[in-house]
C-alpha cells in the first residue's frame, strides 16, 4: 500500500544553517505530496505542498521539488531561524480514499540560537 | 480562518472509565478525523466522518468509538479507558470542495490524555 518514510531525528542545527528533510514515497500513480508542520504545544498545519511531478512547493522559506524519479519529496530550508523549532510531517492522500491522508512518522527539528 | 477547536488540552482518567473527547470545526467541513500521536509512531488515524451519522474505522478503531450527531462535531469515545490509550488525540476537518479541497486537513491542538 501506499506509504511515507522520513528521515529519523531529532535533527538539531544552529540558527542560519542549511536544512535538509529527508522523505520518500511509494504509491500508486502520481499523488500529490505534502509537508505539513507541528509548533510546539499545535496541532499540525500544511506548509506546503506539490500536485504533480517537478512541481516545487514553497511557503516559509521553505521548498520541497517533487521528483518521481527518485519518489522523493525532500524538504529545504536555507537559513533556519529558532522559530522554525517543531515537528515535520511528510504526507500523501490515500490510495485507498481521497479524504484521508497518510502521513510519516514526523521529523522533530530544534534550532540553537 | 478555519478554526479547530477540543474540548480540552489535558485530561486525566482512570482505567476503566468512560472517556468523552470532543471536537468542534466551524468551517461546515464534510470530513472530520480523529488521530492518535504518540513518539516514533507519528500519526495514525482511529475513525474518520465523511457526514453526519456516517463513521469509516481507520487504521486503529479497536478500543474506540466516534459519534457525529451534527456536521460541526465529530466526537471520541473510549468506552472503558485503559492505560495504552494514554497519547496526544489530534481532531481535524477538511472539506470535499474545490480542487484539492480534500488534501488539505486543518487540526486542533490536540488533548494530551493520560490514563492511570
Known amino acids: 500500500g501506499d506509504s511515507v518514510t522520513q528521515m529519523e531525528g531529532p535533527v538539531t542545527l544552529s540558527e542560519e544553517a542549511f536544512l535538509t528533510i529527508n522523505c520518500t514515497y511509494t504509491?500508486?500513480?502520481?499523488?500529490?505530496l505534502f509537508w505539513y508542520v507541528q509548533y510546539p504545544g499545535e496541532g499540525l498545519q500544511l506548509l506546503l505542498k506539490?500536485?504533480?511531478?517537478?512541481d516545487k512547493g514553497s511557503n516559509k522559506g521553505f521548498e520541497a521539488t517533487y521528483r518521481k524519479e527518485t519518489t522523493s519529496f525532500h524538504l529545504e530550508k536555507g537559513s533556519v531561524q529558532v522559530s522554525d523549532s517543531a515537528v515535520y510531517f511528510c504526507?500523501?492522500?490515500?490510495?485507498?480514499?481521497?479524504?484521508?491522508?497518510?502521513f510519516g512518522s514526523g521529523t522533530r527539528l530544534s534550532i540553537r540560537p | 480562518d478555519v478554526k479547530v477547536t477540543q474540548s480540552s488540552r489535558y485530561l486525566v482518567k482512570r482505567t476503566g472509565e468512560k472517556v468523552f473527547l470532543e471536537c468542534v470545526q466551524d468551517?461546515?467541513?464534510?470530513?472530520m478525523f480523529w488521530y492518535r500521536q504518540d513518539p516514533g509512531l507519528g500519526l495514525r488515524l482511529i475513525y474518520f466522518?465523511?457526514?453526519?451519522?456516517?463513521?469509516e474505522k481507520g487504521d486503529i478503531p479497536e478500543g474506540y468509538s466516534v459519534s457525529r450527531e451534527k456536521k460541526e462535531r465529530f466526537s471520541l469515545i473510549l468506552e472503558s479507558a485503559s492505560t495504552n490509550q494514554t497519547s496526544m488525540y489530534l481532531c481535524?476537518?477538511?472539506?470535499?470542495?474545490?480542487?484539492?479541497?480534500?488534501?488539505?486537513?486543518?487540526f486542533g491542538p490536540g488533548t494530551r490524555l493520560l490514563v492511570l
Open positions: 481535524a476537518s477538511s472539506t470535499v470542495a474545490g480542487a484539492g479541497g480534500r488534501e488539505t486537513q486543518y
Open positions: 504509491a500508486t500513480g502520481y499523488p500529490s
Open positions: 506539490a500536485t504533480k511531478a517537478d
Open positions: 504526507a500523501l492522500p490515500s490510495g485507498s480514499s481521497a479524504s484521508k491522508i497518510i
Open positions: 468551517m461546515d467541513h464534510e470530513n
Open positions: 466522518s465523511y457526514d453526519v451519522k456516517m463513521k
